[in-house]
């Protein structure tokens, strides 16, 4: 009786703590959108400084292999948080599928939008696949063309009400 009460405790416990422990991906008003954009220039700062260090390194002639090993796997993280922003931020969370009676501008908004993260995420995959830094100046103009189309009229007011 008591390992069916135990038991029973234990489903209930495990069938009640999802939905207590977990919450909105987004809490309005407690993530920033604006800071990710700082993120995201923070990291494609990290991983321009990495390739020149990979690059700077692969030139010595004692190659020190160790700290190219380190530089690599630091531009490689970066640029996965790059994309990671991208997709599980801004796609799957803050940019807002179509309705059906959407207008014209709404539908071109939202696929200058769309290819704007798809090409961050190439870019970025690119970054960690190379050391060429057209990647990178790349990265940054896309950045800035996404905080140009997310950070509309309409979204500024939302913005300032969390303030």
């Known amino acids: 009786m008591i390992k069916r009460l135990a038991l029973f ?7 009640f703590s999802s939905s207590v422990l977990s919450h909105c991906e987004i809490p309005c008003g407690i993530y920033g959108d604006k800071m990710r954009f700082d993120m995201w220039m923070e990291q494609i700062q990290t991983v321009e400084k990495s390739m020149n260090q ?12 160790n700290q190219i090993v380190r530089w690599v796997t630091n531009k490689d993280v970066h640029a996965d948080d790059i994309r990671e922003i991208a997709v599980q931020y801004f796609l799957a969370q803050r940019v807002k599928p179509l309705t059906e009676d959407a207008d014209a501008a709404a539908k071109q908004k939202y696929a200058d939008q769309l290819k704007t993260l798809h090409l961050i995420i190439v870019h970025a995959m690119k970054s960690k696949q190379t050391t060429d830094l057209q990647h990178v100046e790349k990265l940054r103009d896309l950045v800035q063309q996404f905080y140009e189309l997310y950070f509309d009229k309409e979204m500024e007011k939302h913005m300032e009400g969390h303030h």
């Open 54 to 65: 990979i690059m700077e390194l692969s030139k010595a002639g004692d190659k020190n292999y």
């Open 9 to 15: 405790s234990l489903l209930i416990i495990m069938g």
